[in-house]
C-alpha cells in the first residue's frame, strides 16, 4: 500500500480550487435543470470551454453504464460515456483537468480503466484525475455480471491495480480477482509519477477507502456541517495507515446564483455578491478543503456560461484572501 512518498498531491499548496460537474452528461432527475434535455454535444463544449477560460481547475463526467427500467424514472437513461465524453472536452479545452465523478471501477477489469485513462492522460497533456466509486445500482450490476456485494472488495482491488498500471508499464499484481504478470500497457500517462486517484462516497466504508488509498476524497452528498467529522475520519485512519502522507479533501458547494436572480433559484441556494459568496467558500479552508465542487442555478446553457464568468471573473479571485 501507498506512503508519503507514494501520495500524489495536485492542488498547489495554500489554495482552494473549484472545478463543476457537468450539465447535459447525466440527466437524472433528482439534478439536471429542465433545459438540459434539449442541450446536446455544443452546449457541453462551450460550458467546459467557459470553465476552462474561468480558472476552474477541473470538470467531470459521471459514470453509469446501462440503468434499469425500474430506476429510469428517476435517473433517466442518459449517461454519457466518461471516457469518450472526457476525450471529446479534451481536444476543446487547453488546461482544465478531466475527471471522472466518479468512474465505477467494480464492474470493469482495471486494466481497462488503467489504459483508458493513461491515453486520456497522454493524449490531454496529463490533465486526468480519476475519480472512482463503487456504485450503487444493483441491477446494473447484475446486467454486466458482476457481485454487487462484493463491490467493495473488487473496488479496493481495482484500486491498487490501476495505480500500478500507470507507475509501471509492466504492472504485477497478485490480487484474487485480478492478478497481472507480463503484460505491458503503453501509451504511458504524462503525469509524473502517475494521475491523482480521488476515491468518492460518503459511507464508513468510503471514507477508509479513501483513507487507505486515495490521494484525495470526493463526498457524495455529505452536508457542511458534517465535513469536519469526516474530514477528521479520513485523517485519524490515514495518518494510522499511512502516517504523514497527504490527502486532498473535496466537497460540494451549495447551489450558487452570483447576483441577484430574477427567478425563484429554491431555498438550498446561496446568491449575493461575489464577495458574499467568497466569504462563505472560504470558510471550506477552514476546515480542512482543498477542492470544491460548484454547482448553479440557471434556466440555459447561456445563463449556466453567464454564471460560470461570473465566479470565474468575481468569486475565484477572493477565494484566496
Not at 161 to 188: I, S, T
Not at 218 to 244: F, S, V
Not at 268 to 296: S, W, Y
Amino acid at each position: 500500500m501507498a506512503g508519503v512518498a507514494d501520495a500524489v498531491q495536485i492542488v498547489p499548496p495554500g489554495r482552494l480550487v473549484y472545478g463543476m460537474q457537468l450539465p447535459i452528461q447525466a440527466q437524472s432527475t433528482v439534478f439536471a435543470a429542465p433545459w438540459e434535455r434539449d442541450a446536446g454535444p455544443a452546449d457541453l463544449v462551450r460550458i467546459a470551454q467557459a470553465c476552462d477560460r474561468n480558472g476552474f481547475f477541473y470538470v467531470a463526467v459521471c459514470d453509469h453504464v446501462c440503468v434499469p427500467r425500474e430506476r429510469a424514472g428517476a435517473m433517466g437513461t442518459t449517461w454519457y460515456d466518461t471516457v469518450a465524453t472526457l476525450g471529446y472536452l479534451a481536444a476543446a479545452t487547453q488546461s482544465v483537468r478531466l475527471m471522472s465523478h466518479v468512474l465505477i471501477l467494480p464492474y470493469r477489469h482495471p486494466l481497462l480503466s488503467a489504459k483508458a485513462f493513461a491515453t486520456l492522460d497522454a493524449l490531454s497533456g496529463g490533465r486526468v484525475i480519476l475519480g472512482v466509486g463503487a456504485g450503487h445500482l444493483e441491477g446494473e450490476f447484475a446486467t454486466l455480471g458482476v457481485d454487487f456485494k462484493r463491490r467493495g472488495k473488487l473496488l479496493d482491488e481495482a484500486i491498487d491495480v490501476v495505480k500500478k498500471a500507470f507507475l509501471e508499464e509492466y504492472p504485477a499484481h497478485d490480487g484474487p480477482e485480478w492478478p497481472v504478470r507480463e503484460v505491458g500497457l503503453a501509451p504511458r500517462p504524462a503525469q509524473r509519477p502517475r494521475p491523482p486517484i480521488w476515491v468518492g462516497g460518503s459511507t464508513p466504508a468510503a471514507l477508509k477507502r479513501a483513507a487507505e488509498r486515495g490521494d484525495g476524497w470526493l463526498p457524495q452528498g455529505t452536508p457542511r456541517a458534517e465535513l469536519p467529522q469526516a474530514i477528521a475520519t479520513i485523517r485519524e485512519h490515514r495518518r494510522a495507515k499511512l502516517g504523514d502522507a497527504p490527502i486532498e479533501i473535496g466537497t460540494m458547494s451549495e447551489w450558487l446564483y452570483v447576483g441577484t436572480p430574477s427567478f425563484d433559484v429554491g431555498a438550498n441556494a446561496r446568491t449575493g455578491k461575489p464577495e458574499e459568496i467568497a466569504a462563505h467558500l472560504r470558510g471550506l479552508k477552514d476546515i480542512g478543503v482543498h477542492h470544491f465542487g460548484v454547482r448553479f442555478r440557471a434556466r440555459s446553457s447561456a445563463e449556466l456560461i453567464d454564471q460560470i464568468d461570473a465566479f470565474g471573473g468575481g468569486v475565484a479571485p477572493l477565494l484566496d484572501d
